[in-house]
C-alpha cells in the first residue's frame, strides 16, 4: 500500500523590507548559516490557534491533529483519486505525481533554471485538427490557466468521498484565528492560486525547504512578498515508511552555498548538527510544519493492494 495526503500553503503576506535575493546561486562549499534555534520544544503539539502562530512564526516545528478524518473517508479519497496521478509539468529530482497544480511546477529549479529564464516564459502545444499549434505564455499566465481549470476540483472530490477534505481544514484554522483573514492569494480576476494538491510521494525528495520569496524570484508572482509560511500534510493511506523529516534550519540567503545545482534541493551538509523532528504518516493524521525549514521525505516501501485495481500513491 502507498501512502496518500493532501497538502497546501499557509502564507502570511506583508511587502519586503527593500530586499531582493538575487536567484543567482553562489560558488558551494562556504560555512553552515549560523545556527540560532527558534525551536522552543521539538514534540509536537495539538492544533489550536496559539500552536498555529508559533508554527508560522518558527517557535514550533510541528502540529499534529489525529484522527482530522476518519479512515473511510480517508480511504473513499484514495478510489476517487489514483486513476488520476499524473507527474508533475516539471521537476528535477525524484518523481513527483498529483492531482492538482502546484506552482512549484512553474518555479525556477535547478541553476541553469534561474539563469537561463528569459521573461518567464513557457510554450504550450495544442492540438488541433491539422496539427498541433504553439503558443509562447508566460509562466504565471499558464499557471492561472491550469488553476482556473481546477477550481472545483475539492467540491468534485468531495462529491464522491462525502468531505471537502480542504475546506475543513480552512474551515478549521478560521474557527480558530478569528482574526485574521484566511483566503487564497490571488492576483486578481482569473488570477487565484490553487491550493489543497493531492501529491504522490512514492518516491523520496530532495533535501530542501519551500520559501518563496527565493524560489518564485524569476517572476512577479504576489506570494514572492510572503514573511512566513507553512504547510500542511493531511495523510490519507497507510504506508511503511514515507516519514517527514523537518530539520532545524531556517532558509537564509547563507544556505545558498548549499545548493544542488542541478536540482531544487539542498546538500546535507546544511543539517549536520541540527535537531530535527519526524512526521510519521498516519491514516486521518492532520500534521502542519513550517516549510521555511529544510525537510525532506524518505521513499515509501511498495506494498500489494489488492484492494484497489490502480496503483496508490502516496498524497502530501
Excluded at 23 to 42: D, H, I, V
Excluded at 226 to 236: K, P
Excluded at 299 to 305: F, G, N
Amino acid at each position: 500500500m502507498s501512502q496518500y495526503a493532501t497538502t497546501a500553503r499557509t502564507l502570511s503576506r506583508a511587502p519586503l523590507a527593500g530586499k531582493a535575493f538575487s536567484p543567482a546561486l553562489p560558488t558551494l562549499g562556504r560555512a553552515a548559516p549560523p545556527y540560532q534555534s527558534k525551536w522552543k520544544r521539538t514534540a509536537p503539539v495539538p492544533l489550536s490557534g496559539e500552536n498555529f502562530l508559533d508554527v508560522l512564526f518558527n517557535r514550533t516545528p510541528v502540529i499534529k491533529q489525529p484522527g482530522f478524518l476518519g479512515r473511510e473517508e480517508c480511504f473513499a479519497h484514495e478510489k476517487a483519486l489514483s486513476h488520476r496521478i499524473a507527474p508533475y509539468r516539471y521537476y528535477t529530482g525524484p518523481l513527483l505525481q498529483r492531482v492538482g497544480c502546484a506552482q512549484f511546477e512553474y518555479q525556477a529549479q535547478a541553476a541553469a533554471d534561474f539563469e537561463n529564464r528569459k521573461n518567464g516564459t513557457c510554450h504550450l502545444v495544442l492540438p488541433t485538427g491539422t496539427g498541433d499549434l504553439t503558443y509562447l505564455l508566460s509562466e504565471k499566465e499558464e499557471y492561472f490557466k491550469v488553476a482556473q481549470s481546477l477550481s472545483g476540483l475539492h467540491q468534485e472530490v468531495a462529491d464522491q468521498t462525502g468531505v471537502n477534505a480542504w475546506e475543513k481544514v480552512i474551515g478549521t484554522l478560521r474557527a480558530l484565528l478569528p482574526d485574521y483573514e484566511i483566503v487564497r492569494a490571488s492576483e486578481g480576476p482569473g488570477k487565484t492560486y490553487f491550493s489543497g494538491n493531492f501529491r504522490a510521494l512514492n518516491d523520496s525528495t530532495c533535501l530542501h525547504c519551500d520559501w518563496t520569496p527565493y524560489d518564485a524570484a524569476t517572476e512577479d508572482w504576489i506570494i514572492n512578498q510572503v514573511t512566513h509560511q507553512a504547510v500542511f500534510n493531511l495523510y490519507m493511506a497507510p504506508v511503511k515508511g514515507g516519514r517527514t523529516w523537518v530539520h532545524d534550519v531556517e532558509w537564509s540567503e547563507e544556505c545558498l552555498n548549499f545548493r544542488d545545482p542541478d536540482t531544487y534541493g539542498y546538500r546535507d551538509e546544511i543539517i549536520h548538527g541540527r535537531q530535527n523532528v519526524v512526521v510519521k504518516p498516519e491514516v486521518g493524521d492532520l500534521w502542519f510544519f513550517n516549510s521555511r525549514n529544510m525537510h525532506q521525505v524518505e521513499k515509501v516501501e511498495p506494498e500489494p493492494c489488492p484492494e484497489l485495481e490502480k496503483l496508490i500513491i502516496k498524497f502530501t
